[in-house]
């Protein structure tokens, strides 16, 4: 829809401490309305500032601008005197120990809310809590920010071609095989304090040596006076070692009662798992660039195993060498029918979304929702260092009734949630590194075909 406005009467003032209070806010239905509508609505005459959020459009301005939207497009709520400065932005808290404590939620999503920061805060920033190790975030939002974008309204973008042979890759993906797995990883006690911890190593070292042309090794670090270790399997790309994807997901575990036990299935078996099917798949083919399938230790003390590689990597100087990171951490739990993705990142790494996005549109029935906003998992000291990399997890994660609990059960599970992402993130591999199933790495067959196995075009 168009909106025009003929006159637009400001109605906004100045705070004692300068900032602009805003009379009059809405928040809208903006369920797949599109790109040119959801700027439409932002560029309404007397429309001063804005949040996004999913399916929902916070927007703040005169009473005329928000009467006009309301035109257009449902009114889930009119909250009134909003200020700008004392918006904040939290995750992985639920809405009601949000309003227990003070704050006004305005609308919530994927575990995010936007959310009010109460009056008897005289500086809401100094409320802030951001430890990037735990997805327990409570952030001072600027106004006119996207917090988590339905990809239904993302901006026109030149889409990623999948030759045809990537859906070999994808047809790959087994179900059933990568929820054994999890179902072999949750046996295991796997807090990086316990011991059989190192059982869960030597299992994930023997599944990895048990596929062909991967290289496995152990780094060692330490976690509070306990050492801890990664399993690093790398694939040699056809190309040398000059390009380097790294595919990663934590494989400790924690619960409220560690000590007794940490099955941690959703928790990061199910991301872990991932990481073991999608090198079995890789392993059949010689991609292009290198890969390195990687499972961390020491995620939930704050990244260790995350952390120790990227170290690892700038001391022995090839950290320039890695073209992005790919993290899978909660890829199997869903709460309801509706399969929903978010895919996180940092804006310098926002390219990294598109050919993910596109492999859920062509191979998946995904709904896949996007942010800017990175927090607590290991693709942060990636993002961190400047490599670009990018987070798949379920959209439902802060719901799951079990995280981080003695009940994180792989029967909490849906196969189909994890194997819709892992289809995604396959054939978004595949494009990335060039992996082609024409190219049969144990006879060294080689289609002829040296091209590009990503084109982009209009
Ligand atoms: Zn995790």
């Given at each position: 829809?168009?909106?025009?406005?003929?006159?637009?009467?400001?109605?906004?003032?100045?705070?004692?401490?300068?900032?602009?209070?805003?009379?009059?806010?809405?928040?809208f239905d903006?369920d797949?309305?599109?790109?040119?509508?959801?700027?439409?609505?932002?560029r309404t005459?007397?429309?001063?500032?804005?949040?996004?959020?999913?399916?929902?459009l916070?927007?703040c301005?005169?009473?005329?601008?928000i009467?006009?939207?309301?035109?257009?497009?449902?009114?889930?709520?009119?909250?009134?005197?909003?200020?700008?400065?004392r918006?904040?932005?939290?995750?992985g808290?639920?809405?009601?120990?949000l309003?227990?404590?003070?704050?006004?939620v305005?609308t919530?999503?994927?575990?995010?809310?936007v959310?009010?920061a109460?009056?008897?805060?005289?500086?809401?920033?100094?409320?802030?809590?951001?430890?990037?190790?735990?997805?327990?975030?409570?952030?001072?939002l600027?106004?006119?920010?996207?917090?988590?974008r339905?990809?239904?309204?993302?901006?026109p973008?030149?889409?990623?071609?999948?030759r045809?042979?990537?859906?070999?890759?994808v047809d790959?993906?087994?179900?059933?095989?990568?929820f054994?797995?999890?179902?072999?990883l949750?046996?295991?006690?796997?807090?990086?304090?316990?011991?059989?911890?190192?059982?869960?190593?030597?299992w994930?070292v023997?599944?990895?040596?048990?596929?062909?042309?991967?290289?496995?090794?152990?780094?060692?670090?330490?976690?509070?006076?306990t050492?801890a270790?990664n399993?690093?399997?790398?694939?040699?790309?056809a190309?040398?070692?000059?390009?380097w994807?790294?595919v990663?997901?934590?494989?400790?575990?924690?619960?409220?009662?560690?000590?007794?036990?940490?099955p941690?299935?959703?928790d990061?078996?199910s991301?872990?798992?991932?990481?073991?099917?999608?090198?079995?798949?890789?392993?059949g083919f010689?991609?292009?660039?290198?890969?390195?399938?990687?499972?961390?230790?020491?995620?939930?003390?704050?990244?260790?195993?995350?952390d120790?590689?990227?170290?690892a990597?700038s001391?022995?100087?090839?950290l320039?060498?890695?073209?992005?990171?790919l993290d899978?951490?909660?890829i199997?739990?869903?709460?309801?029918?509706?399969?929903?993705?978010?895919?996180?990142?940092?804006?310098?790494?926002q390219?990294?979304?598109?050919?993910f996005?596109?492999?859920?549109?062509?191979?998946t029935?995904l709904?896949?929702?996007t942010?800017?906003?990175?927090?607590?998992?290991?693709h942060?000291?990636?993002?961190?260092?400047?490599?670009?990399?990018?987070?798949?997890?379920?959209?439902?994660w802060?719901e799951?009734p079990?995280?981080?609990?003695?009940?994180?059960?792989?029967?909490?599970?849906?196969?189909?949630?994890?194997?819709?992402?892992?289809?995604?993130?396959?054939?978004a591999l595949a494009?990335l590194?060039g992996?082609?199933?024409g190219?049969?790495f144990s006879?060294?067959?080689?289609?002829?075909d040296?091209?590009?196995?990503s084109?982009?075009?209009?």
């Open positions: 829809m168009t909106i025009l406005m003929a006159a637009a009467i400001l109605f906004t003032w100045i705070t004692s401490s300068g900032a602009a209070e805003t009379a009059h806010c809405g928040v903006i797949r309305v599109g790109w040119a509508s959801t700027e439409a609505i932002k005459p007397g429309a001063d500032w804005w949040i996004e959020l999913d399916d929902r916070l927007i301005g005169t009473p005329d601008s009467d006009l939207i309301a035109t257009g497009y449902l009114v889930v709520a009119r909250p009134q005197r909003l200020t700008s400065n918006m904040m932005l939290s995750l808290r639920s809405p009601v120990d309003e227990t404590d003070g704050f006004r305005l919530s999503s994927g575990g995010y809310a959310v009010l109460p009056l008897f805060l005289d500086d809401p920033s100094a409320a802030a809590v951001h430890d990037r190790g735990d997805r327990r975030v409570l952030a001072p600027p106004p006119n920010t996207v917090v988590l339905q990809q239904a309204n993302a901006p973008a030149l889409k990623t071609v999948f045809p042979e990537v859906q070999t890759l790959q993906v087994n179900g059933n095989r990568w054994d797995d999890v179902v072999s949750a046996s295991y006690n796997r807090h990086t304090h316990s011991p059989d911890n190192l059982n869960a190593r030597d994930l023997t599944q990895f040596q048990s596929l062909p042309n991967l290289t496995v090794t152990t780094p060692s670090f330490n976690v509070s006076g050492p270790y399993v690093v399997a790398t694939l040699e790309g190309l040398g070692s000059h390009d994807y790294v990663g997901g934590h494989y400790d575990s924690t619960s409220e009662n560690a000590s007794v036990a940490a941690g299935a959703e990061n078996a991301g872990c798992a991932g990481v073991l099917e999608m090198a079995r798949i890789f392993t010689q991609p292009r660039a290198t890969i390195l399938f990687i499972c961390y230790s020491g995620e939930e003390q704050g990244l260790h195993g995350s120790a590689h990227v170290s990597l001391a022995t100087g090839d320039g060498k890695v073209q992005a990171m899978m951490d909660m199997g739990y869903t709460a309801d029918a509706d399969l929903d993705c978010l895919l996180e990142t940092e804006p310098f790494a390219t990294l979304l598109d050919p996005v596109d492999a859920a549109a062509e191979f029935q709904r896949i929702v942010t800017l906003n990175a927090w607590g998992s290991d942060v000291p990636y993002l961190d260092a400047g490599v670009p990399a990018l987070l798949t997890i379920e959209n439902d802060s799951y079990d995280y981080h609990s003695t009940n994180d059960l792989p029967a909490n599970l849906t196969i189909a949630m994890a194997e819709e992402i892992l289809k995604m993130n396959v054939a494009a590194t992996a082609e199933p190219r049969l006879d060294g067959f080689e289609s002829g040296t091209s590009s196995w084109v982009t075009a209009p």
